[in-house]
Each structure stands twice: as C-alpha cells, then as structure tokens.
C-alpha cells in the first residue's frame, strides 16, 4: 500500500522549519527518507527501525511512530540546497519485503 | 557520484520491442534494486536481488523480468514494450539485503521513451 505523504508541496524562506508527514494504513517494519532533486536520482537521508526511533544529522531529523505507522521529517533552518522532493518508503510488516514509496513531497526554499 | 552505474542513459524503442537495461552495483554492495519512476504511477519499486537471488518482488509486470548475474552486476529485461512503459528506470545497491533495511545508492538513471 502506497503511504501518503503530507503536505504535497511546500514553499519556504531560507531559515524557516517544515515538517513533512508519511502515514501508511499497514504495520510498518522500517521506513525511508529520500530526497530527490530535478532530474537526478533519489538520494538517501536516513531509515527509522523501530517504533518511535527518531534518527538525524544536523538539521534533518526524523520520527517513526510505529502504532500509528506514521513517521515525520523535520528540516530545520532550511537552507536552498534542501529543495526537492521528499519522498518516505516503507517496508510492510508480514509481506515479504514489499517496499512501497509515498506520494512525494515538494519543497522549495527560496531567499 | 554514487557509484552505481547504470546503462545506457537514454533508450528511444518503439511499442512491441524488447529492451535489456543494466546496472552495475558499488563495489561490495550485494543487494541491487530497481526501480520505476513515471509521472503517473510516481516511484514504483520493481525487484530485489541479492547475491544473484530474487529477494522481493514489487509491482514488476510479467512482461519484465530482471536477473543479477555472478559478478553482481544487474540487468532489466523489458519486452512487449507498451507506450506507458515509457519512465525512468533506477537501479539502487546495498551492502547486503535480508530485508530492505539497508541505505540504498541510487544509479543515475536510465531514461525510457517508448514510441
């Protein structure tokens, strides 16, 4: 199942916070983060393991809640180079692997 | 740079052909993936080898089939190409693969059009 991702686009001035949701309406294993900018390929941000694990490196930082299958990606202080599409994957529980990637997210820092 | 490589960067087929896309993953990496991006249907995960056995399997159609051979390099085999197989193509490696919990390196990307 593809999860949903919240909001479907962004638009931010340099310096300010956002926050970008992943909800899936199965169990979750693990979820991923990735960022992809036009024309290239997805890069990978990070992966959340376990239920309310909360991984990140300096202002990329993220949050699994496992019962409620939803996870979080908080960028703060954006900074231009952060514009993109965020995308979460998840990784169901009990279906053998299967990977699903969400929605996608657009977001764009601007001076 | 990754160091995912993929080939070639730009396909141009018309409907019916068959198509073989190839990947060679970094250096160490068992696990490859693929991956299809279309405007429609979004990031669509295809399949998971690892070590030259299928791992998972995603919303692969039955016309594709996908292989990893000994030296662990990738291919994709596309046939009865369809206007709507037209999309971007991945292909990611990992270090290892019991379950896709691994970082994955994105390869460049190669480009389908099918006319």
């Known amino acids: 199942q593809q999860p949903v991702q919240s909001p479907q686009a962004v638009i931010l001035r340099e310096g300010e916070d956002a926050v970008i949701n992943c909800s899936s309406s199965k169990a979750l294993y693990s979820v991923h983060w990735y960022r992809q900018k036009h024309g290239e390929a997805p890069v990978f941000l990070m992966i959340l393991l376990k239920g309310g694990e909360q991984k990140g490196h300096e202002k990329i930082s993220a949050s699994f809640n496992e019962k409620k299958q939803q996870s979080s990606l908080y960028l703060t202080a954006s900074q231009l180079s952060y514009s993109g599409t965020y995308f979460c994957?998840?990784?169901?529980?009990?279906?053998?692997?299967?990977?699903?990637f969400g929605t996608g997210t657009s977001l764009t820092v601007i001076p | 740079d990754s160091g995912v490589t993929q080939t070639p960067k730009h396909l141009i087929t018309a409907t019916g052909q068959r198509v073989t896309l190839r990947c060679s993953p970094r250096s160490g990496d068992l696990s490859v993936y693929w991956y299809q991006q279309s405007l429609d249907q979004g990031l669509q995960f295809l399949i998971q080898y690892y070590n030259g056995e299928e791992r998972a399997k995603g919303n692969i159609l039955e016309r594709f089939s996908a292989q990893q051979f000994p030296d662990l390099h990738s291919e994709l085999n596309l046939s009865s190409l369809e206007l709507g197989d037209s999309a971007l193509y991945f292909c990611a490696s990992s270090v290892g693969g019991a379950r896709i919990q691994e970082t994955q390196y994105f390869g460049p990307g190669t480009r389908l059009l099918v006319l």
């Open positions: 994957g998840t990784e169901e529980r009990g279906t053998g692997n299967q990977f699903y």
